[in-house]
Structures are given as structure tokens and as C-alpha cells.
């Protein structure tokens, strides 16, 4: 009984976290041949992708191809980037459909709009909530991505927090770590200030000195804590890397920002 006695009361490991690519980091070779920068990627050893708003234009039968590709590969579509456009109900099946098939887990907001006032915002959380319950039985869960606009304020109060306040756990917070350090918006804090929210996040990094063309770890963001923050409190699943540019061309851009990520986070 004594000897069993460490093993009882050893803790399980740690859950492991994917790491996959915001394909807007490779848009152009994207556009120019979509198969063949997966491949790229998938080489690289990123586990997963994200494909933004223009997937939103694909049929059924392309998405299904671009399954097989990914399957073929062993990575996994983590989520997709969408403009407003996707949660209207008029377009929303459309996107369900094709998330669906791309085997996608999140259909996340990363644009707005124009939104006046903290009025406006309320009834884009609103939106966000409606899209949740709609995904649901679809097997899958809404988000919100921050940029800039969201963490200003409008009368006094942040849009992100009236986003937070007004969508239920149903609507993750998709977290662009890249406009938090540019603007002085602790992403740590906010992490802890919503826990199990933070499913996802674009692993993006600000310098002053090169803005968002900076690489990965060599900016200001204080990766260690956010990641520590991340996977204690934030419920994180998925991290992404995003990469707006740098001085190397984009996709040995993202294949340093993957070596960057293994030293920084150690996995």
C-alpha cells in the first residue's frame, strides 16, 4: 500500500495545447493556390489552420475537398475568421454548412462592422448570442476576435467588455494578444478576469519599433504569462499564430514564428 502510495497521488499531466496558423499570415499565397500553402504549412508541423472570410464564398463540394486535403494531411480546420456577414440569419446556415464540412469547432466574429455607439455593441453581442444558440445543435460554438476598435473606449467603456458582459459562455473570447500590447491592454488581466472564456488565441507580437512585423518573441508581449494565464484560467484549446508581415518572405516567416512559439512556450 505504502509503495502504491505516489502513484495514487500523482497529478495527471498536462493537457498538451495544439498550435495551429492563421492562414491570413500567408493570404497571398493562399489566394494564388490554396492546396499547395496547406501542404506548405501542414510540412512545417503546424497541427491545425484557421481560414478567414473568403472561405465563406466556397460550395460544398470545394469544402469537402479541402476536408480531404487536411484529413490527408492528419491537421485539423481549429475555426474560421468571418466578417459580420456570416452571423446575419440570412447567410448563417450557409457558414454552418461549410464549418461543418471543413470539420471546423468555431465560427468566430473577427469584424463588426461600423458600430456607433455601446448601444450598437450591445446588439452586436446580441447577434453573437443568437449565432450560439443557432451553432449549437450544429456542433458548433461562436467567438468574438478583438482588434484595435474593441479595446477603445466608446462613452467611457470598452466595447470588448460590453461584448464579455453581454454574450453568454457559449461565445468564446478570442484573444488578439497584438493590439492588447500595442495599446497598453493587459491580456493577462483580462484572461483572468475571464476564465474558460479565452478559448483560442492569435499568438501575435508588437514592437515599437516594428509594429506588428515584428517576429514572434521579439516584441513586448510577456509570452510566458500569457500562456501560463492562458492554460490555467482561460480555458485555452487552440493557439494560432498570426503574422501580418515581417522582413522574410511570409511563409518562412511563419515557419520562424512556429520555431519561436516551440523555444517560448516549450512545446
Not at 457558414?95 to 455607439?117: D, L, R, W
Amino acid at each position: 500500500m505504502a509503495a502504491a502510495t505516489p502513484l495514487a497521488s500523482a497529478r495527471p499531466p498536462a493537457k498538451r495545447i495544439p498550435l495551429g496558423l492563421e492562414l491570413y499570415s500567408v493570404r497571398n499565397e493562399l489566394k494564388q493556390d490554396l492546396m499547395g500553402t496547406v501542404r506548405a504549412v501542414a510540412k512545417m508541423g503546424y497541427e491545425g489552420v484557421e481560414f478567414f472570410a473568403p472561405y465563406f464564398e466556397w460550395t460544398a463540394a470545394y469544402a469537402k475537398d479541402v476536408r480531404k486535403l487536411l484529413d490527408d494531411l492528419g491537421i485539423r480546420c481549429f475555426s474560421t475568421h468571418n466578417s459580420a456577414k456570416s452571423f446575419e440569419p440570412e447567410n448563417l446556415a450557409h457558414a454552418i454548412e461549410i464549418n461543418q464540412i471543413i470539420g471546423s469547432k468555431f465560427i468566430v466574429m473577427a469584424s463588426a462592422g461600423k458600430v456607433e455607439n455601446l448601444d450598437g455593441w450591445k446588439k452586436v453581442a446580441e447577434r453573437l448570442n443568437q449565432g450560439a444558440e443557432k451553432m449549437k445543435p450544429a456542433g458548433l460554438r461562436a467567438g468574438f476576435h478583438n482588434h484595435e476598435t474593441e479595446i477603445k473606449p466608446v462613452d467611457g467603456k470598452l466595447p470588448l467588455e460590453v461584448l464579455a458582459a453581454n454574450t453568454g459562455k457559449d461565445v468564446a473570447l478570442q484573444l488578439d494578444v497584438g493590439p492588447c500590447i500595442e495599446l497598453g491592454f493587459d491580456p493577462v488581466a483580462w484572461i483572468d478576469r475571464n476564465p474558460g472564456r479565452i478559448r483560442s488565441m492569435h499568438v501575435k507580437d508588437w514592437s515599437s519599433a516594428k509594429g506588428f512585423k515584428v517576429l514572434l518573441g521579439e516584441g513586448a508581449a510577456p509570452w510566458k504569462k500569457i500562456f501560463d494565464a492562458a492554460e490555467k484560467k482561460g480555458g485555452i484549446e487552440y493557439y494560432l499564430i498570426e503574422q501580418e508581415g515581417a522582413d522574410y518572405p511570409p511563409l518562412e516567416t511563419v515557419e520562424r514564428c512556429l520555431e519561436a512559439f516551440r523555444k517560448l512556450h516549450g512545446g
